[in-house]
């Protein structure tokens, strides 16, 4: 487990990028953004790139996270070699508290915007909690 700052921006990122990348997409390729969120960790740099024309809302949600800095001292909870590096959610994975403006942004729950966009290696996605299929 690393705990990390940079380590716990890196796992926002990929959170990011995996929803931005798996949502809302139409059969054309997505067009990659210009922003960039770069993770300065103990083993290198990791520079993620977004895809606002698949998953808008998301996008400006995880943006508005990083730039509030609500993963840093956050942890990847789980890494299996080859498969998967997930960070812990960002209310329940920091390991120091949040302020007010971080604690309202963090507790906000985002729309699912899904795409068919493939989950293949190199892809980042977002888990949810709860998918209410039916209103």
């Not at 796992?11 to 949502?23: A, I, K, P």
């Not at 949600?61 to 730039?67: E, N, P, S």
């Not at 493939?118 to 977002?126: A, E, N, T």
């Amino acid at each position: 487990m690393c705990t990390n700052n940079s380590v716990l921006l890196v796992c926002l990122t990929l959170s990011l990028c995996s929803v931005l990348l798996v949502v809302g997409a139409s059969s054309a390729e997505p067009q990659l953004g210009s922003a960039r969120v770069v993770f300065q960790t103990e083993y290198g740099d990791i520079e993620f790139g977004f895809y606002p024309s698949v998953a808008p809302i998301t996008v400006d949600h995880i943006f508005k996270l990083v730039r509030l800095g609500c993963y840093n001292t956050n942890h990847f909870f789980r890494v299996d070699k080859g498969f998967v590096a997930q960070v812990a959610d960002v209310t329940n994975g920091r390991s120091a508290p949040m302020n007010e403006e971080q604690r309202i942004e963090a507790e906000k729950t985002v729309i699912g915007e899904f795409s068919k966009v493939k989950h293949v290696r190199g892809i980042l996605s977002m888990g949810r909690y709860q998918i209410k299929l039916f209103p």
